[in-house]
């Protein structure tokens, strides 16, 4: 019994040492290799041929053919990365002079790819295509490979990037940087409008590793949305969702310097719930907030605001500019002060970022109830 577990376990580890020598799963070798922006003329029977180049530099391109010949056969056309994923959606056709193409893709400079062009032929029967790979370079769009975040695409403020989604489980990530807190406005959508709708979902991350997710479903033209941010270095993730692999799009953001503005209170008032017998605060009038999300209410007894009565945060509609008064109509137990005295109170705005923490300004100076 024994020399057999030993027997088998020499054989185990015979074959993981044999494993480690066997190579990966390559693309074919390539029969001929290419230059981009030159134009190539092929004769195709039943065996498919296999072609490669080499981006000279970052940018983007695509590869374009158009058949020569009408024997109604089926021609197509696929482009490859150097592990053999497809990168961009399998071009075909089969009319005279019709002319198929694959969709846009970036890339790195020194990334070589495969194309792989076969006719659905006979022996005895030809189809002839031309052929050219046609590449511009560029620094407008994704830098693939941008499939995390440590290889994140740098954003510029105010400049657009394009990008495209090749394969499901691909994302693509974009990251900036904000020396001050920001209004930041991002804008995500297709590089071209179809009228077709595309699905993606696009999500912002900290360097706390805190996400939200900003756009998720359809997208059919460009979207905007604001957020507030802090000083820090931010993530945009790009998905496919449905419908949107092989579809362009374009991504951006655009920061200004931005600060909750110190409001002033005007008037303080103060009621008395005849029910319960106690003393509330019910509104605040004030003016020169600004643009809030929601405000930060202290009261006290006393005007250096020792032994707080309240301290509360209160959420408005996001985006409020200009906001006159703060009742408490939705909230009266939670502004009671229980006396009918003086009470010393003072606001400050806030805008909430997009992980759900507050950014505060500064509180106003400290008015009374009388």
Same mark, same amino acid.
């Given at each position: 019994?024994?020399?057999?577990?030993?027997?088998?376990?020499?054989?185990?580890?015979?074959?993981?040492?044999? /494993?480690?020598?066997?190579?990966?799963?390559?693309?074919?070798?390539?029969?001929?290799?290419? !230059?981009?922006?030159?134009?190539?003329s092929?004769? %195709?029977?039943?065996?498919?041929?296999?072609?490669?180049?080499?981006?000279?530099?970052?940018?983007v391109?695509?590869?374009?053919?158009?058949?020569?010949?009408?024997?109604?056969?089926l $021609?197509?056309? %696929?482009?490859?990365? @150097?592990?053999?994923?497809? %990168?961009?959606?399998?071009?075909?056709?089969?009319?005279? $002079?019709?002319?198929?193409?694959?969709?846009?893709?970036?890339?790195?400079? +020194?990334?070589?790819?495969?194309?792989?062009l076969? @006719?659905?032929?006979?022996?005895?029967i030809?189809?002839?295509?031309?052929?050219?790979?046609? =590449?511009?370079? @560029?620094?407008?769009?994704?830098?693939?490979l !941008?499939?995390?975040?440590?290889?994140? /695409?740098?954003?510029?403020?105010?400049?657009?990037?394009?990008?495209?989604?090749?394969?499901?489980?691909?994302?693509?990530?974009?990251?900036?940087?904000?020396?001050?807190?920001?209004?930041?406005? %991002?804008?995500?959508?297709?590089?071209?409008?179809?009228?077709?709708?595309?699905?993606?979902?696009?999500?912002?991350?900290n360097?706390?590793?805190?996400?939200?997710?900003?756009?998720? +479903?359809?997208? &059919?033209?460009?979207?905007?949305?604001?957020?507030?941010?802090?000083? +820090? #270095?931010?993530?945009?993730?790009?998905?496919?969702?449905?419908?949107?692999?092989?579809?362009?799009?374009?991504?951006?953001?655009?920061?200004?310097?931005?600060?909750?503005?110190?409001? #002033?209170?005007?008037?303080?008032?103060?009621?008395?719930?005849?029910?319960?017998?106690?003393?509330?605060i019910?509104?605040?009038?004030?003016?020169? !907030?600004g643009?809030? @999300?929601?405000? #930060?209410?202290?009261?006290?007894? !006393?005007?250096?605001?020792?032994?707080?009565?309240?301290?509360?945060?209160?959420?408005?509609?996001?985006?409020?500019?200009?906001?006159?008064?703060? &009742?408490?109509?939705?909230?009266?137990?939670?502004?009671?002060?229980? &006396?009918?005295?003086?009470?010393?109170?003072?606001?400050?705005? =806030?805008?909430?970022?997009? $992980?759900?923490?507050?950014?505060?300004?500064k509180?106003?100076?400290?008015?009374?109830s009388?």
């Amino acid at each position: 019994m024994k020399k057999t577990l030993k027997r088998l376990l020499a054989g185990v580890l015979v074959l993981a040492f044999i /494993c480690q020598f066997i190579p990966a799963k390559q693309v074919k070798a390539a029969e001929e290799e290419i !230059n981009v922006n030159q134009t190539y003329s092929y004769t %195709l029977s039943g065996e498919p041929k296999m072609l490669k180049f080499t981006a000279p530099e970052d940018g983007v391109f695509t590869v374009d053919a158009v058949i020569n010949s009408d024997d109604e056969r089926l $021609f197509e056309m %696929l482009l490859l990365d @150097s592990e053999g994923h497809q %990168l961009a959606e399998t071009a075909n056709g089969r009319n005279q $002079f019709e002319k198929v193409s694959t969709t846009e893709y970036a890339t790195k400079g +020194g990334r070589y790819f495969y194309i792989k062009l076969t @006719s659905y032929n006979t022996e005895d029967i030809k189809k002839d295509v031309t052929l050219t790979v046609n =590449y511009t370079a @560029s620094n407008e769009w994704e830098n693939e490979l !941008n499939d995390t975040a440590d290889a994140a /695409c740098k954003l510029e403020n105010g400049k657009v990037k394009y990008g495209v989604i090749t394969k499901d489980e691909s994302e693509d990530f974009y990251t900036f940087k904000l020396d001050k807190t920001s209004k930041v406005v %991002l804008e995500f959508g297709p590089k071209t409008i179809s009228g077709n709708y595309e699905y993606w979902t696009v999500e912002i991350l900290n360097d706390d590793g805190e996400s939200h997710q900003l756009y998720g +479903g359809s997208v &059919s033209a460009v979207s905007k949305e604001t957020v507030y941010l802090k000083k +820090g #270095t931010y993530f945009l993730k790009v998905k496919y969702y449905i419908s949107s692999r092989y579809v362009p799009y374009k991504i951006s953001y655009k920061a200004e310097k931005f600060a909750v503005k110190q409001p #002033t209170v005007s008037k303080v008032t103060v009621k008395k719930n005849s029910i319960w017998n106690y003393y509330f605060i019910d509104a605040i009038k004030m003016k020169g !907030n600004g643009e809030v @999300s929601g405000f #930060t209410v202290q009261a006290a007894s !006393n005007k250096k605001l020792k032994s707080k009565l309240v301290n509360r945060d209160i959420n408005v509609k996001a985006g409020v500019v200009g906001k006159k008064k703060i &009742s408490t109509k939705e909230e009266v137990y939670n502004f009671n002060i229980e &006396s009918n005295k003086n009470c010393y109170v003072r606001v400050r705005g =806030y805008v909430t970022d997009p $992980f759900g923490k507050n950014i505060y300004g500064k509180y106003s100076k400290v008015k009374s109830s009388k």
